[in-house]
């Protein structure tokens, strides 16, 4: 398989919204949070659509404003592109103040009723996160997420240290949220580091990681 990094466009929305929904059906986080909707699929693809066409893949250039999608596409795919892998990046704030608003809002037209119940875990997972982010302005991996076909290859790995050249480039931190074991080892090998333990019932437990600045040469 010959496979290539580029950037996410606006017309990516629909096979990144059903790449992030497939992959974060069976994560131990978001299957909690889904699980309290009245149909769990129908409202984990929504919050993904919502995030998407909201920021990160809008067709509105201001919406994009510092939002990074790297895309890991199948070359050999044929007429047009097999996404097989993706990571969603925030770049810092630099301002004086550095926090940084998590998760989906209304203004992304987000339709509360279509989650039920879990609206209020998505609003209960959002605290926590804001409440475990660095002081300072970083980098900050929202999502990265791959095929279950294409693990296992270093998909993932390759995704996460084309993004990692953006944050070293700026001498910047990176922080992110690793929701399960095998996340996290993979965020450890490249450098990332424990910051605290997110516990929060009835959401399961999972970990805010930090990767510090790396000195420029």
């Known amino acids: 398989m010959s496979t290539v990094i580029r950037p996410g466009r606006?017309?990516?929305?629909?096979?990144?919204?059903?790449?992030?929904?497939?992959?974060?059906?069976?994560?131990?986080?978001?299957?909690?949070?889904?699980?309290?909707?009245?149909d769990p699929r129908a409202a984990l693809g929504h919050l993904h659509r919502c995030e998407l066409g909201g920021r990160y893949l809008s067709p509105d250039p201001a919406r994009r404003a510092g939002a990074h999608v790297d895309l890991m596409i199948d070359d050999d795919a044929g007429p047009?592109?097999?996404?097989?892998?993706?990571?969603?990046?925030?770049?810092?704030s630099l301002g004086e103040d550095a926090t940084r608003a998590f998760g989906p809002d209304l203004s992304t037209g987000l339709d509360p009723s279509l989650l039920g119940d879990a609206w209020e875990l998505v609003r209960l997972d959002v605290v926590q996160c804001a409440a475990a982010q660095p002081p300072?302005?970083?980098?900050?991996?929202?999502?990265?997420?791959?095929?279950?076909?294409?693990?296992?290859?270093?998909?993932?790995?390759?995704?996460?240290?084309?993004?990692?050249?953006?944050?070293?480039?700026?001498g910047m931190t990176a922080h992110l949220e690793?929701?399960?074991?095998?996340?996290?080892?993979?965020?450890?090998?490249?450098?990332?580091?424990?910051?605290?333990?997110?516990?929060?019932?009835?959401?399961?437990?999972?970990?805010?990681m930090t990767r510090p600045a790396r000195t420029r040469r």
Do not use: C
């Not at 047009?80 to 810092?92: E, N, Q």
């Not at 490249?190 to 009835?202: D, I, K, M, N």
């Open 178 to 208: 690793s929701t399960t074991p095998g996340s996290r080892r993979l965020y450890q090998r490249l450098g990332f580091t424990l910051t605290a333990t997110l516990a929060a019932p009835p959401l399961p437990t999972y970990w805010a």
């Open 80 to 92: 047009g592109d097999r996404v097989l892998g993706v990571a969603l990046w925030d770049a810092p």
């Open 10 to 38: 606006p017309e990516d929305l629909d096979a990144v919204a059903d790449l992030l929904t497939t992959v974060f059906a069976t994560d131990p986080l978001m299957r909690t949070i889904a699980k309290a909707a009245p």
């Open 136 to 170: 300072h302005p970083y980098w900050y991996l929202y999502m990265l997420a791959v095929v279950p076909e294409a693990r296992g290859n270093g998909t993932g790995t390759a995704l996460l240290r084309h993004g990692l050249k953006r944050v070293d480039a700026d």
